[in-house]
């Protein structure tokens, strides 16, 4: 059984900073890109940043782009999101999401996600 479990959300105020954590478990994580999205209050669900399997190339949404940081640990079986210079506009729940694509077939697993909350 897939787990994904983020942690590290919380309540900051705006300009701090935030690292967020997601654990994998029940997969072979090294062969998974991984991702993070984000889904604020009454919007959809939106890509935020993504990090290849061996961790050689990242990619970042524009809104969040210079702010931002994927990493992942291999040995761990951990993805991180560093969050620098939070405003009140990135307030939203944080969800990590693991994914491949094998001969057409796409394997897509996601966490139950952690509330990042930017207020003063």
């Known amino acids: 059984q897939v787990q994904l479990v983020e942690s590290g959300g919380g309540l900051v105020q705006p300009g701090e900073s935030l690292r967020l954590s997601c654990l994998a478990s029940g997969l072979t994580f090294s062969n998974y890109d991984m991702n993070w999205y984000r889904q604020a209050p009454g919007k959809e669900r939106e890509w935020v940043a993504r990090i290849s399997s061996a961790g050689g190339s990242t990619t970042y949404a524009n809104s969040m782009k210079g702010r931002l940081t994927i990493s992942r640990d291999n040995a761990k079986n951990t993805v991180y999101l560093q969050m620098n210079s939070l405003k009140p506009e990135d307030t939203a729940v944080y969800y990590c999401?693991?994914?491949?694509?094998?001969?057409?077939?796409?394997?897509?697993?996601w966490g139950q996600g952690t509330q990042v909350t930017v207020s003063s």
């Open positions: 999401n693991a994914g491949k694509v094998v001969f057409g077939r796409t394997y897509s697993y």
